[in-house]
């Protein structure tokens, strides 16, 4: 029921996400904290829906799609116009990191407008 999948989200966004951490001293600082973690939460979502549709992570909770695609050991070189990421030999996502940071940063091209 619809109730039931709010508290799926709510488990989410306070297990994976750590959002119940509101150890600051201030109500400023852990509201900034609060909607910090909400907007990684939206993030979250649009990377599921947007950038992950029709792939394995697709309907992934937040803990396996960090665990899969952001705590992976990656050699970063630097050269002058882009970044290059040296992934291990035995990385099970390499095509998933491929296509996914295809649909992040190729260009897409532009909507014409009617002008009429």
């Known amino acids: 029921c ?3 999948q709010a508290e799926n989200y709510i488990k989410h966004l306070k297990g994976d996400l750590a959002a119940d951490r509101t150890s600051c001293t201030s109500f400023l600082a852990n509201c900034l904290r609060l909607l ?3 907007a990684a939460y939206v993030l979250h979502q649009q990377l599921r829906t947007q ?6 992570l697709s309907q992934a909770q937040p803990a ?9 050991a990656v050699q970063v ?11 291990p030999s035995a990385c099970t996502v390499k095509h998933l990191l491929q296509t996914l940071t295809e649909r992040l940063y ?3 091209p532009a ?5 009429s």
């Open 2 to 4: 619809a109730r039931g």
């Open 36 to 38: 910090l973690h909400a």
């Open 51 to 56: 950038a992950l549709q029709h792939t394995a």
């Open 64 to 72: 396996t799609v960090i665990a899969k695609l952001f705590k992976i």
């Open 77 to 87: 070189r630097q050269c002058k116009n882009r970044i290059v990421l040296h992934l």
């Open 106 to 108: 190729l260009p897409t």
């Open 111 to 115: 909507k014409r407008l009617n002008s």
